[in-house]
């Protein structure tokens, strides 16, 4: 069994928690055409990789009784997860999301098939319960609608969260994800734009067209 450094699984870290599910999500500034960037894209594709293919050795070691690499398992886990909250949810709702994530781990281990990706599997999990965390906080939050993006004469308005689980889900996903990811979750534009795949433009455009049918459903 090849052992990654702590470098290899930082890095994979780093990939992971950029902004994306998976690393051909993510949409670095720049020249995105360049040999370098087409080597760093490689490099990063490789690191998740072998952290996929490590994890996944880990755990059907575990499974087959090896108390040992489950240890190990967690302990990546554990550390990959912080990084991934910690640019998704404030804490302690990172924290707590984590801790939920490893304790699905344990109890839906059996369900991991050995053909499959490791990372694409483990990513899942974190998402669904990512998602989990910010529809509760759409549950205490109230949407204010007076940001940065003028919204002709609808600013000020605020929608009650008692309504706004119901309201959301009437909007186009692409306008309800980032105003999620935004307005509830606090997330930057740039960040709201690497975690959907929209670009920054689109991610502002969404909103704001969002919140004017918000604007429009509670008039």
């Given at each position: 069994?090849?052992?990654?450094?702590?470098?290899?699984?930082?890095?994979?870290?780093?990939?992971?928690?950029?902004?994306?599910?998976?690393?051909?999500?993510?949409?670095?500034?720049?020249?995105?055409?360049?040999?370098?960037?087409?080597?760093?894209?490689?490099?990063?594709?490789?690191?998740?990789?072998?952290?996929?293919?490590?994890?996944?050795?880990?755990?059907?070691?575990?499974?087959?009784?090896?108390?040992?690499?489950?240890?190990?398992?967690?302990?990546?886990?554990?550390?990959?997860?912080?990084?991934?909250?910690?640019?998704?949810?404030?804490?302690?709702?990172?924290?707590?999301?984590?801790?939920?994530?490893?304790?699905?781990?344990?109890?839906?281990?059996?369900?991991?098939?050995?053909?499959?990706?490791?990372?694409?599997?483990?990513?899942?999990?974190?998402?669904?319960?990512?998602?989990?965390r910010v529809r509760d906080a759409s549950r205490y939050s109230a949407l204010a609608l007076d940001e940065d993006i003028a919204i002709e004469d609808h600013e000020g308005a605020a929608i009650s969260a008692a309504a706004l689980d119901q309201l959301l889900g009437r909007l186009?996903?692409?306008?309800?994800?980032?105003?999620?990811?935004?307005?509830?979750?606090?997330?930057?534009?740039?960040?709201?734009?690497?975690?959907?795949?929209?670009?920054?433009?689109?991610?502002?455009?969404?909103?704001?067209?969002?919140?004017?049918?918000?604007?429009?459903?509670?008039?």
């Amino acid at each position: 069994m090849k052992a990654l450094s702590g470098d290899d699984i930082t890095s994979a870290i780093a990939t992971q928690s950029s902004g994306g599910d998976e690393p051909a999500r993510a949409r670095p500034r720049g020249n995105t055409d360049s040999p370098r960037h087409d080597r760093r894209k490689a490099a990063r594709w490789e690191r998740w990789n072998d952290c996929s293919e490590r994890w996944g050795r880990l755990l059907l070691a575990a499974r087959a009784g090896d108390g040992d690499a489950y240890e190990r398992l967690l302990r990546e886990l554990d550390l990959w997860l912080r990084a991934y909250y910690a640019r998704r949810l404030p804490y302690p709702a990172a924290d707590d999301a984590r801790q939920e994530v490893l304790l699905a781990i344990h109890a839906k281990r059996h369900t991991f098939a050995a053909s499959k990706p490791f990372g694409a599997w483990v990513t899942a999990i974190a998402r669904y319960k990512w998602v989990d965390r910010v529809r509760d906080a759409s549950r205490y939050s109230a949407l204010a609608l007076d940001e940065d993006i003028a919204i002709e004469d609808h600013e000020g308005a605020a929608i009650s969260a008692a309504a706004l689980d119901q309201l959301l889900g009437r909007l186009k996903p692409a306008q309800e994800s980032v105003i999620r990811l935004v307005k509830l979750n606090g997330l930057s534009i740039a960040r709201a734009a690497g975690a959907t795949g929209q670009s920054a433009a689109l991610v502002k455009i969404n909103i704001h067209r969002g919140l004017k049918k918000l604007s429009t459903l509670v008039s």
